[in-house]
């Protein structure tokens, strides 16, 4: 059984920054998520094996950006313009597709997730 490990969590004041990492599994598009207190999980960010396509939820358009390096078989999720809606449990998910995944159950591999929380 494949266990993706997530890290960078921990708390940020309202407007900071965090960068998320997970050991990314080679030739499988990667995809972050997140379930905030009383909330479902909800998709984040997704990159494909190459790097070339990449999808973002509304809410983090032009504040989060996924990224990758392939000889560190790691995937990134940087976060700019924290505020307390991001704040929750983020988890680092793979999948053999090619066109990254946006939903939670076609995915294959799940991390334990690492939280993250925002103050005000």
């Known amino acids: 059984q494949v266990q993706l490990v997530e890290s960078g969590g921990g708390l940020a004041q309202a407007g900071g920054s965090l960068r998320l990492s997970c050991a990314a599994l080679?030739?499988?598009?990667m995809g972050w998520f997140r379930q905030g207190p009383g909330k479902e999980r909800e998709f984040v960010a997704a990159i494909s094996w190459s790097g070339g396509r990449t999808y973002y939820a509304d809410s983090v358009k032009g504040r989060f950006t996924i990224s990758r390096d392939n000889a560190k078989n790691t995937v990134y999720l940087q976060m700019n313009s924290l505020n307390a809606e991001d704040t929750g449990v983020y988890y680092c998910?793979?999948?053999?597709?090619?066109?990254?995944?946006?939903?939670?159950?076609?995915?294959?591999?799940w991390g334990q997730g690492t939280q993250v929380t925002v103050s005000p």
């Open positions: 080679r030739f499988f598009s």
């Open positions: 998910a793979a999948d053999r597709a090619g066109d990254p995944p946006r939903l939670d159950h076609q995915y294959e591999y």
